[in-house]
């Protein structure tokens, strides 16, 4: 019931919110610190950095790597 009603009201699953919530805070370590990827892959909840960067891949169409080369990278991210 939780789960139906968060998504008709969000418009997306609780899963996916928590998703997006990893992807986004991953994003900001990556702009705002010089922190290994591996560091920040775990602060985000991933297993390791593959995990981090597959979920990059598959929403952003981008590697982590190339968000700390051009910040620009992925702006979109959580738009829709």
Known sequence: TLARRFARYVGHTPGQEI??????????MIRETRLPL???AMACGYS????MDRAFRL???SSPGALRRDPEVGDG???G
């Open 19 to 28: 998703r997006m919530a990893r992807l986004r805070r991953a994003q900001q």
């Open 38 to 40: 591996t560091e920040i």
């Open 48 to 51: 390791d950095l593959p995990h």
């Open 59 to 61: 929403e952003l169409g």
């Open 77 to 79: 991210m959580g738009d």
